[in-house]
């Protein structure tokens, strides 16, 4: 049988062989009743009990829940399936090692709920505002008499807020609906003798939860200050991610970047960027009118991927810049899986007096494990690699939830820090004197004049139609990581790095000539792992020794019918996700056991500069101005020396090659023909072209526009 557990921090008493028992029993009956409740839809199931262990010191919870004492090592089994965390009152101000009790949690065990028993007698304890409670001793000794109380207890840190009211109306409220959808409940299909498998084959629930913004009751994106179970469900998922703010985006991570930057950036201010950032960023710095400053990218010609910005890099560019930029904006998780030091990006970034904005799209669930953190070898200070964290790190983050957790697609979050409000408000440092200028209500710093300012931006990008099943999951991702997400990114960390060893052995090769480590995506030049840089084991790059291998290799997994995420000319990508199964690592393997003369690092042979050459250009003309001209069409061999007026996004690499405002060069229209002759004009996004072959236009600026905007 599966337990979750409970730690209960907790001096030794006579009484205890009694009282424990009764404790743990009584526990595992409210928490068996709360799932009942909270997660069921149709018929009761069996939910695992709660057990109970006690110890005597919190400098006993290394060794209890951590694996060799340490969180790298992974957690021990109990430690996997620790939900909750009781601590008496006269234990909250012990220390674990150098940190205080309340220090430590928040480093290493951020999103899990933490709950004070109370002592008759005892002095009042003071707690830390968010994901802390209290209990009286009296209500654990008698669970029977206070059942109701610890339910209570048990969903105001569980129970999926929006998705139990969605719940609830369909199943007890709805009727007849003369309201969008058209569908109306499913009717649409279920009466129809042609559809009528469709409906069948999605179930009746994702239909009738299919509603519209007229129940009220429920809540509206567009009205995300009103007290609606919508707005309470994202006031959830901000204690459970540890942030001043998170909001609910069903348009992807695509539109929470649009939103953001235009809430940030005013026309003419400069933004550094990550020319690796994903094109919606791209996008929104067009839309925004602000100037983008490209940082140094980092193409690795063997592999085909982006490798991350050099610490290096982003201090020249902040020590440098003429023009005082007011946002960074870096891509904090790689599509290859390099995670930023962030904590140092945000230190660097203060001292200039710029915000630090992180899209976090492809590691929504750090959070939630001790393993990623990092041992300052220099300070002995302890940093956590979620970009938004409680102690440092990035002021802002977008999430894609749907890409890593357990939400439907287009669901992503957008997610403030409470530092960034800290700045806002409180801080008083003369570098940020502008931010409080812009966000300011009565001649102060105002967090309720920025967050009107971002819903605002987010009216301008929201569907007023927003899909209320996408709303639903948004709510149950983060609830699923508080109540299971240490034990669900524990077993995956393990099984990743057991597919590594038995991959590398059946290769008889190291891991790193297998797959794609820190050092072989980042390239040299740099001391990676000594700046705090990390490689998520959850992001699989698998390398071929030739693109002719990599085809085969593909080749091969098509027949096992098995998707990869992405590939290059000499990798394949796999993610591992919070519904990614063990029996998937066995027939991966397989393929990769009958196919492993393949496997390997890829010949410099392969290598090239195109890619360098080409995107290593900076704006001429505002893009935002460009992006606006009517422009000219011309055959993209002809634009060499022209100013592009729209973007030509390549897959692969898959960022923007032409981007509006920058002057077009031999190597950007060599690459996009290359891409062209290997992959089919359709690889290209925003290429123009006729019954889909030569010749091939593009857009630029007329002559008469480029004079003026030069001008």
Excluded at 63 to 77: C, I, S, V
Excluded at 96 to 111: I, M, Q, S, T
Excluded at 440 to 453: A, I, N, P, R, V
Aim: aromatic share 10%; with cysteine; hydrophobic share 40%.
């Amino acid at each position: 049988m599966r337990y979750l557990s409970v730690l209960w921090l907790h001096k030794p008493l006579p009484s205890d062989d009694k009282t424990v028992p009764v404790v743990e029993y009584g526990l595992s009956d409210a928490f068996r009743a709360f799932c009942l409740e909270a997660f069921n839809v149709r018929m009761p199931l069996e939910y695992p009990p709660l057990r109970l262990r006690t110890i005597s010191s919190a400098e006993d919870l290394p060794r209890t829940l951590f694996a060799n004492g340490t969180p790298k090592d992974g957690l021990t089994e109990f430690g996997c399936d620790t939900c909750l965390l009781f601590v008496d009152d006269l234990l909250v101000s012990e220390n674990v090692g150098d940190l205080p009790l309340k220090e430590w949690l928040k480093l290493y065990l951020p999103a899990l709920p933490k709950v004070v028993v109370t002592w008759p007698g005892h002095a009042p304890v003071t707690l830390p505002q968010r994901r802390w409670t209290k209990k009286p001793m009296s209500v654990l000794r008698n669970p029977s008499r206070y059942h109701e109380r610890l339910v209570h207890l048990f969903k105001s840190f569980w129970q999926p807020r929006f998705w139990s009211a969605l719940k609830q109306y369909v199943q007890t409220k709805a009727g007849n609906n003369w309201h969008t959808p058209g569908h109306n409940s499913g009717n649409a299909f279920a009466s129809s003798p042609f559809l009528l498998g469709f409906h069948e084959a999605f179930g009746s629930m994702i239909f009738r939860s299919d509603l519209s913004v007229s129940v009220e009751s429920l809540g509206d994106l567009s009205s995300p200050e009103a007290h609606t179970p919508l707005s309470e469900a994202q006031k959830l998922s901000s204690e459970i991610f540890g942030t001043a703010l998170s909001c609910y985006v069903t348009n992807g991570t695509s539109t929470s970047n649009k939103a953001m930057l235009m809430t940030l950036l005013k026309p003419g201010e400069t933004v550094l960027v990550d020319r690796n950032c994903h094109k919606s960023v791209h996008h929104a710095v067009v839309t925004s009118g602000a100037v983008p400053r490209y940082l140094p990218s980092r193409w690795n010609a063997r592999l085909g991927a982006w490798g991350p910005v050099s610490l290096s890099d982003i201090t020249r560019e902040l020590e440098n810049a003429t023009v005082r930029p007011r946002l960074l904006i870096l891509t904090t998780c790689t599509y290859e899986g390099v995670l930023y030091p962030v904590w140092e990006i945000a230190r660097l970034c203060e001292k200039y007096g710029v915000l630090f904005y992180a899209d976090e799209a492809w590691a929504a669930y750090l959070n939630f494990h001790p393993f990623y953190t990092h041992v300052d070898p220099e300070t002995g200070i302890t940093h956590r690699y979620n970009a938004v964290s409680e102690r440092s790190g990035a002021h802002f983050s977008a999430q894609s939830t749907h890409k890593t957790l357990a939400a439907f697609s287009q669901a992503s979050m957008i997610q403030v820090s409470t530092r960034f409000k800290a700045l806002l408000e409180s801080d008083a440092s003369p570098q940020f004197r502008w931010l409080r200028r812009r966000f300011s209500l009565h001649g102060h710093g105002s967090w309720e004049k920025f967050t009107h300012d971002l819903r605002e931006f987010l009216r301008y990008w929201h569907s007023t139609s927003p899909h209320y099943p996408f709303l639903a999951t948004l709510d149950i991702a983060g609830v699923q990581m508080r109540l299971e997400g240490m034990k669900l990114l524990d077993e995956r960390l393990k099984w990743v790095a057991q597919f590594r060893r038995r991959v590398a052995a059946e290769c008889r090769k190291s891991e790193d000539e297998c797959f794609a480590s820190l050092h072989e995506i980042a390239g040299g030049g740099a001391d990676w792992t000594q700046n705090g840089y990390l490689r998520d084991p959850l992001k699989i790059v698998l390398m071929l020794k030739s693109a002719n291998d990599c085809r085969n290799f593909k080749s091969a997994l098509k027949k096992a019918h098995i998707q990869w995420e992405k590939s290059t000319s000499t990798t394949i990508l796999f993610l591992v996700t919070s519904g990614t199964v063990e029996n998937n690592f066995e027939d991966l393997f397989r393929v990769c056991r009958m196919n492993r003369s393949l496997i390997g690092r890829p010949s410099l042979a392969h290598a090239n500069n195109t890619v360098n050459q080409a995107v290593s250009g900076q704006p001429v003309v505002l893009p935002h101005d460009a992006a606006l001209c009517d422009g000219e069409l011309l055959p993209i061999e002809d634009t060499v020396g022209r100013i592009a007026s729209q973007f030509l996004v390549p897959y692969p690499p898959g960022i923007p090659v032409f981007i509006p405002g920058l002057k077009i060069t031999e190597a950007m229209v060599k690459l996009i023909k290359d891409v062209i002759e290997n992959e089919g004009p359709s690889a290209v996004h925003g290429l123009f072209c006729r019954g889909g072959h030569a010749p091939y236009f593009v857009e630029v600026l007329n002559l008469n526009e480029e004079r003026r905007l030069k001008a």
